[in-house]
């Protein structure tokens, strides 16, 4: 994926360009140097709304094995909220 990033400017000079480089990747528009609006094709939109993916298949994904997770149960009981 590449981003490309383009001023107010020259989105508005270079639109066609904008929306060819958005087939590769975000393209990201400023104004005075700050991010303002970003640019995607209407498939990475599609792809980012689209299936909204639940704890179950989040765990599911491949390669996940090779993460060490160590959770050791904690021995401290619940203390009251200070409230003062």
Request: hydrophobic share 40%; aromatic share 6%; no cysteine.
């Amino acid at each position: 994926m590449t981003i490309t990033t383009l001023s107010s400017r020259d989105f508005q000079q270079n639109a066609n360009l904008a929306q060819k480089a958005s087939q590769k990747g975000p393209v990201f528009i400023t104004n005075r140097g700050e991010p303002v609006q970003v640019l995607l094709s209407f498939k990475d939109y599609q792809a980012m709304i689209g299936k909204k993916r639940n704890i179950v298949d989040a765990l599911a994904m491949a390669g996940l094995d090779d993460i060490d997770f160590d959770l050791t149960p904690s021995r401290q009981l619940p203390r009251l909220a200070d409230l003062s």
